[in-house]
């Protein structure tokens, strides 16, 4: 066992987003870009005797029961497959709404595989092999650096984002959970294509995400219609969406310009 450590579950955007089909096991098989921010969730562990997860923070309520949350289960497939005795007391500080398409639960889990890693003193190869089996976006958020998935997101291949990274970027969410599963069950099926640049990529979730909460087709346009704006996007299955600003101070105003019923945060592309 080592001392304590803290990692941030840094927020995770989807660039662009292409569904292809569905596949054998029920997932769909997609093309996306991950590019992550510089602020997010942040947790902290130290060596104990048990498991345990003690969850604050502005979204906490919204985890429901802390037993069945992913950091928990990420935590305990790590312990099974290093065969770690002891435990951590892990503590989850929930800045970032839930259901929100920005990774949430996955960003938490990714960082706590990062941090016991620490905490156990482990091979970090042990974080990698039981991340797919988490979720779909676990291997991206472990990493969390630039990269295309494929796959189920799960297949991974380092991007340079170039003069984009360290863009400063807002993330607006309309505050309505929306289900990733309801998302995907809701689209049409059809294949419109490879991702190849990102820039001129689509989501193709957004449709069916806007039948089901109007208010992100309403956010998109308030967005590009920002000075300064450069590019915008719906994130994942929504609702959250995201614009790039060419000047800090552009992105800033706009942040001050969002409806106060709306969650925003201003921070940096990584």
């Known amino acids: 066992m080592t001392q304590a450590a803290r990692e941030i579950a840094p927020a995770k955007l989807n ?22 921010c510089t602020d997010g969730d942040r ?23 802390a037993d069945d949350n992913l950091v928990l289960r990420a935590a305990r497939a790590l312990a099974e497959r290093a065969g770690v005795r002891g435990g951590a007391a892990i503590r989850l500080e929930k800045r970032l709404p839930v259901a929100s398409g920005i990774g949430g639960g ?10 016991l890693t620490s905490v156990w003193g482990i091979d970090p190869a ?6 797919p089996g988490l979720g779909g976006d676990v291997p991206a958020c472990l990493l969390s ?6 796959g189920a997101g799960d297949q991974l291949q380092l991007v340079d984002l170039g003069d984009v990274s360290g863009s400063p970027v807002l993330l607006v969410n309309p505050r309505v959970a929306l289900s990733t599963a309801s998302v995907f069950d809701a689209w049409d099926g059809i294949d419109r294509g490879v991702l190849q640049d990102w820039r001129s990529g ?15 087709e309403t956010l998109l346009a308030w967005l590009a219609a920002q000075p300064g704006s450069s590019f915008v996007q719906m994130s994942g299955s929504g609702a959250t969406c995201f614009a790039l600003f060419d000047t800090e101070e552009n992105r800033d105003q706009a942040g001050d310009r ?12 990584r």
């Open 15 to 36: 660039l662009a987003l292409h569904v292809r089909h569905r596949m054998p096991d029920g997932r769909h098989a997609i093309e996306t870009v991950f590019a992550f």
């Open 43 to 65: 947790l902290n562990a130290e060596p104990a005797r048990g498991l345990t997860l003690e969850v604050t923070g502005p979204f906490a309520a919204d985890l429901g029961n």
């Open 106 to 115: 996955s960003a938490d889990a990714g960082a706590a595989l990062r941090l």
């Open 126 to 131: 042990h974080a990698q092999a039981v991340a």
């Open 145 to 150: 650096m630039a990269a295309r998935g494929e």
């Open 202 to 216: 689509r989501n193709d979730l957004q449709a069916p995400a806007i039948a089901q909460v109007p208010q992100i």
């Open 258 to 269: 969002v409806p106060r019923e709306w969650w925003r945060l201003a921070t940096f592309l």
